[in-house]
């Protein structure tokens, strides 16, 4: 990294954003069905289907480890779905038996049986990032760019296309699943084959992101998006810029302060998050402020338009609506007073004579729809 930005690098950085991107489509759809655990269970329990296809085929370059890891990631999701049904246990407490479980028994047989072999379960938990241009994808005697990045690459094409294909009955499916099935559209089908795409993913993307990368890339990009967006497509689209704008800047950060890239990356990936959460125009936390300010000046706008209505026709009238009696009336601080009194002028609710205020006609209908509820 100390010739930022080099080919390595650039090439380190294609495979972090074909990760990022390939992670966020995959994981997309957990986060918007509330299976976000899940991601974490599915990237765990792949290591004890790659160990089992070594010890079957004692070789880690064939395409049996990627089917065994794909099929470990399935059957995870099929032994937290059995747990649910027949054990009666509920989805986090299955998920919270199973992915443990799948993953310490990887790390034994690792430990007894393959320890002479290159299964590192610190890459597997960190990846190696860094190290992927260390391995191309060689066409006869050419190399042609990263492993990594040809297998990731493919991955996100053919995410783009099963979306394209399958996106209308996936968005029925995923938001009304009891409509899905009254007009012959399965639900069972496509949740088990959005977990077996999930599946796909973490197994492309954990050899070099590492299991807590992957995981944070399927989570945090799309918990980021269903801030700002409320469509399937917004949320797909966001997902993916977030997920690129955190594997950029984190590898770019991790570039400058020589710290680990994945670990950046995933830090960046909270990072988004906490913005979007500060920051998003209906449920950030700027936004439910400055709702449940207006909530609360509404409410004492109507409190004070009901009293106002209730005493200015009567013979108390010029002692309950002066304005500067209303602070011992309604046991509201003066600065209160003042701003509440403002808004409703403002608005055309109340009108100030001789210091006496008086509810518009506007603020008679709005006091005598409060009082009537």
Not at 241 to 254: D, E, I, K, P, R
Not at 341 to 358: M, N
């Amino acid at each position: 990294m100390n010739n930022f930005p080099d080919i390595a690098d650039l090439q380190t950085l294609l495979v972090a954003c074909l990760g990022a991107v390939a992670c966020a489509l995959g994981g997309a759809f957990l986060v918007l069905r509330r299976l976000s655990l899940l991601a974490d269970a599915i990237s765990h329990s792949i290591l004890l289907g790659i160990v089992l296809a070594w010890i079957l085929v004692r070789d880690l370059g064939s395409p049996f480890l990627l089917l065994g890891a794909t099929a470990s990631g399935v059957f995870a999701v099929w032994l937290v779905e059995w747990f649910q049904q027949r054990a009666g246990i509920k989805e986090d407490a299955a998920m919270g038996l199973v992915f443990p479980a799948l993953f310490s028994a990887a790390v034994v047989l690792i430990s007894q049986l393959a320890h002479s072999v290159h299964l590192d379960t610190d890459a597997v938990i960190n990846g190696r990032l860094e190290l992927a241009f260390l391995d191309p994808l060689i066409v006869g005697n050419t190399p042609i760019g990263p492993r990594s990045a040809w297998i990731l690459g493919g991955l996100v094409a053919l995410q783009l296309i099963l979306l394209a294909i399958f996106f209308h009955p996936l968005r029925i499916v995923w938001f009304d699943p009891a409509f899905a099935a009254s007009i012959g559209i399965s639900p069972v089908l496509f949740h088990w084959c959005v977990t077996t795409t999930a599946s796909l993913t973490c197994v492309s993307a954990f050899d070099a992101l590492g299991s807590i990368l992957v995981v944070a890339l399927m989570v945090g990009p799309a918990s980021s998006a269903l801030l700002w967006a409320r469509q399937l497509s917004g949320v797909l689209v966001l997902s993916v810029l977030f997920a690129l704008v955190s594997a950029t800047l984190g590898f770019v950060t991790g570039a400058i302060l020589d710290v680990s890239l994945s670990g950046m990356i995933a830090v960046c990936t909270g990072v988004v998050f906490g913005i979007s959460w500060f920051a998003a125009p209906e449920d950030g936390l700027v936004a439910q402020w400055a709702r449940k300010r207006r909530q609360v000046l509404e409410f004492r706008i109507g409190l004070l338009l009901v009293h106002l209505s209730t005493h200015e026709d009567g013979p108390d009238s010029d002692e309950e609506c002066r304005y500067d009696r209303l602070t011992s009336h309604l046991k509201w601080p003066e600065t209160l007073v003042t701003d509440v009194t403002s808004d409703a002028l403002r608005r055309e609710l109340l009108i100030e004579e001789k210091g006496l205020l008086r509810c518009t006609l506007r603020g008679r209908d709005l006091a005598k729809h409060l009082s009537s509820n």
